[in-house]
Nanobody
Framework: QVQLVESGGGLVQPGGSLRLSCAAS????????MAWYRQSPGKQRELVAS???????FYADSVKGRFTISRDNAKNTVYLQMNSLKPEDTAVYYC??????????????WGQGTQVTVSA
């Protein structure tokens, strides 16, 4: 009964910017953490950035200084602002949430992914 709806992906030139959004809806009592992962063909899925309920953040070294993760607790939404994009950022980006439902049962959900392509 939980859905993660991702948006904001697309095609941009190197040096451009995109903002990804992920809105969680359904039987959610609270969200402990949200994160963005990405996966390129032939590579394993990697953690890009994460943020917890206290707004503590983590970034992969490859995106540090260029990407910013944030969340809107009232809307159960997480964002990923991506600046100075490089071709190596090309991947499918996946949203991830760790939350509790109305019975306080911990659960984790993945979004369906959104394609980000950086090319001239």
């Amino acid at each position: 009964q939980v859905q993660l709806v991702e948006s904001g992906g697309g095609l941009v030139q190197p040096g451009g910017s995109l903002r990804l959004s992920c809105a969680a809806s359904g039987n959610i009592f609270s969200i402990a953490a949200m994160a963005w992962y990405r996966q390129s063909p032939g590579k394993q899925r990697e953690l890009v950035a994460s943020i917890n309920s206290g707004s503590s953040t983590f970034y992969a070294d490859s995106v540090k200084g260029r990407f910013t993760i944030s969340r809107d607790n009232a809307k159960n939404t997480v964002y990923l602002q991506m600046n100075s994009l490089k071709p190596e950022d090309t991947a499918v980006y996946y949203c991830y949430t760790l939350h509790r439902d109305s019975l306080l049962i911990p659960m984790a959900y993945w979004g369906q992914g959104t394609q980000v392509t950086v090319s001239a």
